[in-house]
């Protein structure tokens, strides 16, 4: 039987396949020449939608040149997506791009209109003519078109930096709100004593990955057929090498079968935002500090990423984070320990990078002091010290770039639009 490691696996290949969906509209375009074929025998179509032999022949033969011509097209626009995103965006952008569904449904439909037409010509001869085919593959040309404008049209808006900054901020900050909340719903109430007393059994990783996603049902009901208390040991995103402790069974006097408990935690090779919403945070910090490079150059693009980074913070901020989560049985017993990261991991993953690569930039110090005073603002108190920390370090990378006090002083004011924007006063970091 396949594990839920496998199957995570197997889903995660699907999603980001870009052969299955239009191999699927290959076949379908073929079994839909088939069925019309068959309906044009039966009678019973309008007198005027009939087409002579050489005619259908000839409108056929360019439905199938022409989609092999726009498959190419289509291809050709994927590999300038390739260059663009690992040049000047974030190669772990292209994960995401990767599962576009308008891009799959293109390429579906091109396929399938090829394979419609192709199939279609095997039925005409010099006394049969599948006329209604020979019309609907006119308005399979026109949907596949309509289709590709509006593919153009998502393409040349979409694949601006700012634009993958929002789609991704926003699917990082669903992630987190989904899965904060199906934590709390199931965590333990009682979290004095754990992990506890006992006998510790540690079950190894057989192979290395980076840690994609966990089955918490599953483990959970592993935990309550063992009587013991399952431990991840370590965070969704992290790297583990072969033999390394993947999760500690405490308190079991029956050890869990391994093969079974590590079935439950999916490996791979590159994190995946599905559990790990940092993951979103860290492509958008890689944007923001690739515009930043020499060879790029672009500090702007920096500040509209700080835009969505200064969002996700926020998202952050109201949600009810914690070093670790203790899920419960249905009886409410303590069963999954998972480390979690708190506030001030999501805050160094956020503006530790940016800060370093535009310490130089006007641009970027006055955004950053915006996000960090917006911060002192909104946040709880016992989330500020983070928050001035950072402040303070921000400081320090302002009086060793700037050394002439007028451009210091222009480089410590907060603007939320880096230049240009409204001044505001300037909040003095907690020492």
């Not at 076949?27 to 087409?51: F, I, M």
């Not at 300038?80 to 040049?87: C, D, E, I, Y």
């Not at 039925?123 to 049969?128: A, G, H, L, Q, R």
């Not at 899965?179 to 190894?204: C, F, K, M, N, Y």
């Amino acid at each position: 039987m396949m594990s839920w490691a496998a199957r995570f696996r197997l889903r995660q290949y699907a999603k980001a396949s870009l052969w299955i969906i239009p191999l699927i509209g290959l076949l379908l375009g073929a079994v839909l020449a088939e069925w019309v074929a068959g309906v044009h025998r039966a009678g019973w179509l309008p007198d005027d939608w009939q087409y002579s032999a050489t005619t259908a022949s000839t409108v056929l033969s360019s439905v199938v040149g022409s989609m092999v011509a726009l498959l190419g097209f289509v291809v050709t626009i994927g590999v300038l997506v390739v260059q663009q995103a690992t040049g000047t965006l974030s190669p772990r952008y292209m994960r995401l791009w990767y599962r576009d569904r308008l891009q799959k449904a293109v390429l579906a439909t091109f396929t399938g209109t090829f394979a419609y037409a192709f199939s279609l010509l095997r039925k005409i001869e010099s006394d049969t003519v599948p006329d209604l085919g020979v019309t609907l593959s006119g308005v399979a040309v026109s949907v596949s078109l309509m289709l590709l404008l509006i593919y153009l049209n998502r393409f040349t808006h979409n694949l601006r930096p700012v634009a993958i900054a929002d789609l991704v901020g926003r699917l990082g900050e669903k992630v987190l709100i989904r899965a904060t909340e199906r934590i709390h719903r199931s965590s333990a109430r009682d979290e004095a004593s754990l992990p506890p007393a006992g006998p510790v059994t540690h079950i190894r990783s057989e192979r290395g990955g980076a840690i994609q996603a966990f089955d918490a049902a599953g483990l959970i009901a592993t935990a309550v057929r063992h009587d013991c208390v399952l431990v991840l040991a370590h965070q969704v995103g992290d790297f583990v090498p072969p033999g390394t402790t993947l999760v500690e069974a405490h308190g079991s006097a029956r050890a869990p079968d391994p093969r079974r408990v590590t079935g439950l935690v999916a490996l791979g090779t590159e994190r995946t935002i599905e559990q790990d919403p940092a993951f979103a945070l860290r492509i958008l910090v890689d944007i923001a500090i690739r515009a930043l490079s020499p060879a790029v150059n672009d500090p702007t693009t920096a500040v509209q990423v700080l835009n969505h980074i200064d969002t996700f913070l926020h998202v952050v901020g109201r949600a009810r984070l914690r070093g670790r989560y203790v899920l419960a049985d249905d009886e409410g017993r303590p069963r999954l320990v998972v480390p979690g990261r708190d506030w001030e991991d999501y805050l160094l993953l956020g503006v530790t990078e940016i800060r370093e690569y535009g310490a130089t930039s006007l641009q970027v110090c006055r955004r950053l002091r915006a996000l960090l005073d917006d911060l002192l603002e909104t946040q709880p108190a016992e989330r500020l010290p983070a928050v001035r920390a950072e402040l303070a370090l921000l400081e320090e990378s302002v009086r060793r770039a700037f050394t002439d006090p007028a451009r210091r002083a222009s480089a410590q004011t907060a603007d939320r639009q880096g230049i240009g924007g409204g001044r505001r006063p300037r909040s003095e970091p907690s020492r």
